[in-house]
Nanobody, 122 residues
Framework: QVQLVESGGGLVQPGGSLRLSCAAS????????MAWYRQAPGKERELVAR???????NYADSVKGRFTISRDNAKKTGYLQMNSLKPEDTAVYYC????????????????WGQGTQVTVSS
């Protein structure tokens, strides 16, 4: 099993910045892709950004040029740097990881964090 723990959410004024972190833990595993999703009240969960095992990235149109996804493979941690935040970025942000576990058998599946609230308001 793999556990994902997000941190870094909070309240920020419009135009401000936040950096989210997603730390993966467990035993005998490796991470392929990592992604950040968000879900605003009354809306469906949407993909914000994704980074592949090779470092390739893609972003939702609404965050391009403002958000940057990155990862530290040695630390098994992913990051989402969010700049120029807008009120419409307010949501619960979830970390997602596609991970391979090797015990007791080889298995690959998606894992989710518990979510962290980001509120952009003056």
């Amino acid at each position: 099993q793999v556990q994902l723990v997000e941190s870094g959410g909070g309240l920020v004024q419009p135009g401000g910045s936040l950096r989210l972190s997603c730390a993966a833990s467990g035993s005998d595993f490796s991470i392929n892709a990592m992604a950040w999703y968000r879900q605003a009240p009354g809306k469906e969960r949407e993909l914000v950004a994704r980074i592949g095992s090779g470092g390739g990235t893609n972003y939702a149109d609404s965050v391009k040029g403002r958000f940057t996804i990155s990862r530290d493979n040695a630390k098994k941690t992913g990051y989402l740097q969010m700049n120029s935040l807008k009120p419409e970025d307010t949501a619960v942000y979830y970390c997602n990881a596609r991970a391979v576990t090797y015990q007791p058998v080889l298995s690959e599946r998606n894992y989710w964090g518990q979510g962290t609230q980001v509120t952009v308001s003056s």
